[in-house]
């Protein structure tokens, strides 16, 4: 896996975190965000590193009601 995929995964698995912490369904964040549900299983699958526009990563961060730099920390606290 490239540098840049790994980054993708670990994009996609903090979206998954905040989104889970929020309460929220795959099917509910894609409504927020108007993507499908599978564009979104996309995006959070670890196995399936998938690119997101930035626009689509701040309407993400928005409606996870998190700062979009959250969605970009790839450290452990």
Do not use: C, W
């Amino acid at each position: 896996m490239s540098k840049r995929e790994q980054e993708y995964k670990m994009i996609g698995l903090n979206i998954a975190y905040y989104r889970k912490l929020k309460g929220l369904s795959q099917l509910k964040l894609a409504e927020a965000v108007s993507l499908s549900r599978t564009h979104i299983s996309n995006i959070e699958a670890p196995n399936m590193p998938t690119a997101i526009s930035l626009d689509t990563l701040m309407d993400i961060a928005d409606a996870l009601d998190v700062p979009a730099r959250k969605l970009l920390d790839f450290h452990e606290e």
